[in-house]
């Protein structure tokens, strides 16, 4: 939880929109677990491409016309 929060004033003081993750089938659901042990470990290749698409997502949801 600590580390959501974090996240959601890091992206807050970039002016970049909020974000939720969201693990809408079970594949999406292992797949995020899956980058948050990668990342116990200090591999965040996978959490950080989660992220990325997330956020990528929430900006373009943003900005359509």
Known sequence: RMARLLTMILLLNFDIPSIEITAETEKDRKKYI???RKADERDYSLLEKIMGETITES???VLKP
Do not use: G
Request: glycine share 0%; charged share 35%; no cysteine.
């Open 34 to 36: 899956e980058a948050l």
């Open 59 to 61: 900006l373009k949801n």
